[in-house]
């Protein structure tokens, strides 16, 4: 490029310089979006995974029963590609702060002398080990309780005596969630804790550390066959194993709903950009339409096509370049921000490293080089215009040839000539029309399908809460005659009705071979659940998506409910057998359908009938789920505490208890965060999108400078004029209105299932939501008009001078 | 005048410009428009040639296909030894850089750089001088023309009639053999009007190639030869200064 081109390059960008501000702001907001969102990413998989990696996570925990002797322990340490082995147990029981509602408690134990190789947790406060009668808290727990570390708690261990304990300390365990997102405290203490607690002091889980000469290894399928191997050595040596649990190696068990997280910031961060794109190319399209002249003239005395183009290139360069230039300090300044947001909500310490350099040069690439992508198609447009089109556009301002369109409109015969007209005009510059009915399309689209899917979360979860009629469930500590148990809750005060459900867990048996789950060691994320409701449930409907519900007389048959085929066993489906560790002895079953069942872990739902035959006591039930005639959050507390009464004082004993809104709680709070961040981002792209409009508005009257002094040297009034381009305005707004509304439909429908697939491993209910369709209509049509009645003023303004010396 | 700027000789002996059977047409949804219905023209260097006629009788019609602004429908063009009607896109556009200098009536200078630069720019972009020697080139182009004194100036400073000058000078900047002109003098006043083609007249003089389209009764007094355009035909070539009656549009 030479000076002088340089030169006119330059006075034109510094001629039009409001206007390149605007294009330059637009792109920048996108810009530090994409970069602050892929960096946040970044970052935050960055920590999660060393955050994790930092827990020393067990590759295996092999479950013996009876516990193991430091002989064993030594014989599964000395196996192939085992690197390191410690013997813990996991106690699942019950924690309340005075006589505030009961909490469930998972509280991981070692022995005093453990030397927290494997599955460790950073010391926060106080010291380990804690004495026989305290334990720490994971540090998220202390809000949640409502108790700082030093004070009492009262805790219970499954069927065991409630017990007054001191909160030591506090801990972070980098492998689990916040306390309040699970809606489960995590304690950390050692066997004399549980003997205080009344509960057997056995370790009866051996944490393996599976790997090689260059550490742990994260392939399953290695991790799997040592397992095997380890359960085979303790079975020679008399301690069988009854199952073993792999959660997926090196994941954190939030992974999937970071990264989904993640990726729809993004995503709609890139959407941003590209919209931004859009619109610098329309406005650029624009100014170049109102330089017809000056291409014609450049291209009359000798200027390629090619020459052109590089003129113009320069200049959407420069504008790109100076708006990544712009973004990137805030980009690089939010990124770390977002990230210590997101670390928070995921229980995460961020160490502060930034995120690789590959991810900043990813932004400046995106940065500079889609506005320039979309620009590319204007500036090709208008640079190849001929000497010939310059000419015959210098009566019009347009060297766009009608095409079949214009002449359809041109025909149409109708009594606002005004109208008329800027309709005509609409269709006449085919080109921006599509452009700027495109942009507000797409962030119309965006803005509902991002409303729509908000909804959708709330539907899913409010959906969950609907299929499950009760109000309180209790789980016990073994099982209790069915019977007995209903008269029980029905004889308290507020039981309106009960069910007594067969209730146990269970894992895939795979014949010659210990039985292997999934689950993290928190035995919530990707368990495996037996139930078996009472034949003809009146508490829980669940819809099918495959196959049909359980009858009273079936003996052989399952439902599974979705989480199944997603994770103990992909693929399988209806007609299928399946083959369950139940009781201690394998069980094959035919599965006869496929329920969607979201906010309960994986479950595979017998007949009471089937369920009385496989357990030892016939009868017998492990689960109480009942309704209260009160339908508020603390009623239900009210009736749950006193129904515990009742059980505690009939000897029996409770392991876990809580109230269908603990279960709202939790999963909100899995789900709002997307819900929020979904609205969050929805408003920014409308915002955008109207952004848009208005420019658009401005450069077509501008392109058409020379058109409205036309039509004033015609007599044209200042009302006619302003008809004119508000019409125009709000047409084009009309359409664009229409296709985000059309677009929405299959994006929602995409978007839920996508989202919903990869969080939670379940599509999401389809909601078009009104409101949002109504906010986004009346939006757009008070943005078109106020946006082109500013135009209007200016094009209402246009001399007949002004318009002759454009050029 | 001073003359700085020696002409080019003409590549080809013979003439400079020559077209034969050149027809244009144009589809209308109403059916077709001859513009031009069949002109044979042999130009030699040198000649000042005024095309004439009345309003739509295809007098630009023809000029843009000699300066391959538009293409024939059928019909043969030849400018300085090259065929024109086998040319296209940026070959096209190089060529006219180099052989033609075009002047119009309307959009001629670039609004954001100086008439200086402005005539600088056809040499930029067919890299046709070296880039130090365009400055004194384009000095002396203006100097030719004679608005030197506005050359720092951008063009919304400048009188019509220095605005056409300066169009010329930079019509000039490639040293093309033909200079072409629509209606050059159409928004000037008679004086402006008689000193620029005085300015034609001069340039043809000095063995270059005019033709120039214009509706100017004084062009009588300049030009060396008039071809008469009436409905697409050729309806009069005359030599000499001479109009003959009733010719005029
Ligand atoms: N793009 C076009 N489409 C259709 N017809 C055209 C087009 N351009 C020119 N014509 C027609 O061709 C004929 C010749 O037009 P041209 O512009 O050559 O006339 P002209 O002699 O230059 O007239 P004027 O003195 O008014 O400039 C006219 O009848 C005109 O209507
Ligand atoms: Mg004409």
Known sequence: MTALRLLKIARDLWSARTRIAMMIAAIAVSVVMVTTFLSARAIISQEMTRNYAETHPASATVHVPGGVDADALAAVRAQENVLDATARATLQGRIRVGDGPWRTLVLFVSDPGDPQRISRVALQEGSWPPPEDGLLLERTALDYLGVPAGRQVIVAAPGGTPTTMTVTGTVHDGGVAPAEQEQTVYGYATTATLGTLGAPPVLDQIRVLVGDSDGPTTDAAAIDRTAQRVADALAARGRPATGIDIPPPGRHPHQGQMVTVASVLLAFGIVALLLSSILVATMLGGMLTAQTGQIGAMKAIGARTGQVLRMYLIQAAAISVAATAIAVPPGLALGPLLAGQGAELLNLDVAGTPAPGGVYAAALTAGIGVPLLVALVPLVRSSRITVRQAIDAQGTGTAVPGGRVERVVARLRGPGRTQLMALRNVFRRRGRLVLTAGLLAVAGSMFLTGLNTAGGWSALVSRSIEQRSYDAEIQLDQGYDAVRLTELALDTPGVRDAEAWGRTATSVHDPGRTDVAHVYPDEAHASFTVLAPPAGTRLMRLPLTAGRWLRPDDTDAVVLNHLVPAQQVPGITVGDDITLTVAGRPVTRRVVGIVSDFGTLGTAYLTDRDYAALTDVPGHTELLRVVTDRHDPAGHQAVLDRLEHTLAAAGIGIRQSTTIDTLRVALDGHVLVLADALIALAVVLGFVGLLSLASAMSTSVLERTREFGVLRALGATTTRIRGLVITEGVAIAILGLLLAAAAAVPLTRMFGDFLGTQAFRHTLPYVYSLPALVLWTLLTLAGAAAASAVAARRASRITVREALTTL | ?249
Not at chain 2, 12 to 28: C, E, F, H, I
Not at chain 2, 123 to 147: H, K, W
Not at chain 2, 224 to 240: F, K, N, Q, Y
């Open chain 2, 1 to 249: 005048m001073p003359q700085v700027v020696t002409r080019r000789k003409s590549p080809v002996d013979g003439p400079v410009m020559s077209a034969r059977g050149l027809v244009k047409t144009y589809p209308l949804p109403s059916g077709e428009v001859t513009a031009l219905g069949g002109i044979d023209l042999d130009v030699t260097a040198g000649e000042f040639v005024a095309v004439v006629g009345r309003s739509g009788s295809g007098k630009t019609t023809l000029l843009n296909l000699l300066a391959g602004i538009d293409r024939p429908t059928t019909g043969e063009i030849v400018v300085a030894g090259t065929s024109v009607h086998e040319l296209r896109g940026s070959r096209l556009a190089a060529w006219r850089g180099r052989t033609i200098g075009l002047v119009f009536q309307f959009f001629q200078l670039l609004p954001t750089l100086t008439v200086a630069e402005n005539v600088m720019l056809p040499m930029d972009l067919c890299a046709t001088v070296p880039a130090r020697q365009r400055r004194s080139r384009a000095d002396g182009l203006l100097e030719q023309v004679g608005i030197l004194d506005q050359a720092g100036k951008l063009p919304s400073a400048l009188s019509g009639g220095q605005q056409q000058r300066a169009a010329i000078a930079r019509a000039l900047a490639n040293e093309p053999p033909v200079l072409m002109a629509d209606e050059p003098t159409g928004n000037l006043d008679s004086a402006t009007s008689d000193s620029v083609l005085d300015l034609f007249a001069q340039l043809a003089a000095d063995g270059r190639t005019v033709l120039m389209v214009t509706h100017e009764r004084d062009v009588s007094r300049h030009a060396t030869r008039h071809i008469t355009l009436g409905d697409g035909l050729m309806a009069g070539d005359t030599a000499g200064g001479n109009l003959p009656e009733g010719m005029l549009p």
